[in-house]
């Protein structure tokens, strides 16, 4: 990740070399993705309580893009070129307008655990968008493929989801939405480090804003403590932290490793569900993740033999 310009001395070749490796930071920003993220799904929840579903989101992201924007300007960081501001718009509208509006939305319908359970697919999807690109799935990622869209299908049939098609269209619809603009974005001239977090998430915060509003939301009026406790969460480490960390796991390692936390966040969504608000999880539901993680296995352990 490149660093903005500093007054001070230049640091030993030995540190900054250290400073800059991947193979630090790399364990580092993926840890943080399965931490953080496993626990946005409940901070979501939380937010809920008071603020709609797309203000919600364009919120979270117009308050962490100003501030991320801001901070990288005033460190010397270059402005991103036109071509560069019409790529991020793109995968941000992508990744955070679909990705994250349509979860939210979902999750006034589903609970956090099972939405975290559905978003699980995207790996699956990631695999099936390379095809466009020339990346044929092998013989064993067509195995996971297929396990892993077997497993959708249980969670469709659980309680969680049963009942619900609107709120499991809108997760599927997002979770195939984040794939296609990861797979799509790491082809394109996106601006460099985290002017990339700051730009995709100004830009899809316009875009989620003008469908709030657009929809008929309106901002409340007396929102509750806890629901903007979480959404200052949800922008300073679900957007700022955790959006940058993958996008540096996604610059700077196999798709399969930058969408290794597909493993992590559902059971830590579902586990801090059951134990904060008491959700409830089904038979169906486990076996879905189950068989949903299963694939999305077996996809990351063929790419991981396969020659880079």
């Known amino acids: 990740m490149p660093t903005p310009p500093s007054t001070e001395a230049p640091a030993t070749p030995a540190l900054s070399a250290r400073a800059l490796d991947p ?23 939380y937010a809920l309580e008071s603020y709609p579903p797309f203000l919600l989101a364009g919120l979270r992201f117009t308050a962490a893009g100003l501030v991320l924007f801001g901070f990288l300007r005033w460190r010397g960081h270059a402005l991103p070129t036109r071509l560069q501001w019409r790529n991020a718009a793109i995968t941000g509208v992508l990744l955070l307008g679909f990705g994250n509006g349509l979860v939210c939305f979902a999750e006034e319908r589903v609970s956090s655990g099972i939405a975290a359970v559905a978003v699980s697919s995207m790996p699956l999807f990631a695999a099936a968008f390379g095809t466009i690109y020339g990346q044929w799935p092998t013989r064993r990622e067509t195995v996971g493929l297929l396990v892993g869209f077997a497993g959708v299908v249980v969670l469709n049939t659980g309680s969680g989801l049963s009942g619900e098609a609107i709120g499991a269209l ?125 694939g999305v296995a077996v996809i990351t352990l063929a790419r991981q033999r396969a020659p880079a």
């Open 23 to 45: 193979k630090l930071w790399i364990p580092l920003a993926l840890l943080t993705l399965y931490v953080v993220w496993g626990s946005t799904y409940l901070g979501i929840r």
């Open 170 to 294: 809108a997760l599927l619809t997002a979770a195939a939405c984040w794939a296609f603009g990861s797979v799509w974005s790491r082809r394109q001239d996106m601006p460099a480090g985290p002017m990339n977090t700051a730009a995709q998430m100004l830009c899809a915060s316009v875009a989620l804003l003008a469908v709030g509003f657009a929809s008929g939301e309106s901002l409340p009026s007396h929102p509750t403590l806890k629901a903007t406790l979480a959404l200052a969460y949800l922008a300073l480490f679900g957007s700022i932290l955790a959006f940058s960390a993958y996008l540096y796991v996604l610059k700077h390692a196999r798709p399969a490793v930058a969408t290794s936390y597909a493993y992590v966040n559902p059971p830590v969504a579902v586990l801090l569900g059951v134990l904060l608000v008491g959700e409830t999880v089904g038979p169906f539901d486990l076996a879905g993740m189950a068989i949903i993680l299963v």
